[in-house]
C-alpha cells in the first residue's frame, strides 16, 4: 500500500517517541508466559477478516474513549498492532500522552505476524 507523505511524516514523528517490538518478540513473550494485552487496532472488518490469537480489539478510532475502561492500570504491559505498524505507532503515541508507560507497538503488524506463520483466529 502506498501511503501519503503527509501520514508518513506523522508516523516517523510518532515512531521518535515510542517503543516498537517485532512479531518474534511478541510470540517469545507468549510462549514464555507473559501477561500482557495484546491489542488490534485495525478497523473492525479487518479483525472480523482475521486476527492473531488471544488478541483483542480496540479500534484505533475509539481506543482513547474506551482503553482506561479495558486497561485502567496504566503500568501494564500494552502491544498494540495493526496492518504494518503503523496506525499502532500512532496509538502507541496517544496512548503514552494519556499516560500509559509500558505501550509497545508491533513492527510488521499482522502481515508480518502471518508471514511468520504465527496462529491466527478468522472468522
Not at 10 to 28: G, N, S
Not at 47 to 74: F, M, N, W
Not at 97 to 111: F, L, P
Request: charged fraction near 25%.
Amino acid at each position: 500500500m502506498q501511503h501519503n507523505p503527509g501520514f508518513l511524516k506523522l508516523v516517523d514523528d510518532a515512531k521518535q517517541r515510542i517503543k516498537e517490538c517485532t512479531v518474534a518478540d511478541v510470540h517469545t513473550r507468549m510462549a514464555q508466559g507473559e501477561t500482557f494485552h495484546f491489542i488490534d487496532v485495525r478497523e473492525d472488518h479487518e479483525y472480523q477478516l482475521d486476527h492473531a490469537v488471544s488478541a483483542c480489539h480496540l479500534g484505533k478510532g475509539i481506543i482513547e474513549r474506551d482503553i482506561e475502561t479495558l486497561i485502567p492500570d496504566k503500568q501494564d504491559t500494552i502491544v498494540l498492532y495493526c496492518g504494518g505498524g503503523f496506525r499502532s505507532a500512532l496509538a502507541a503515541d496517544t496512548l503514552q500522552q494519556m499516560g500509559y508507560t509500558n505501550i509497545w507497538s508491533m513492527d510488521g503488524g499482522i502481515r508480518a505476524w502471518r508471514e511468520a506463520g504465527y496462529p491466527i483466529v478468522s472468522e
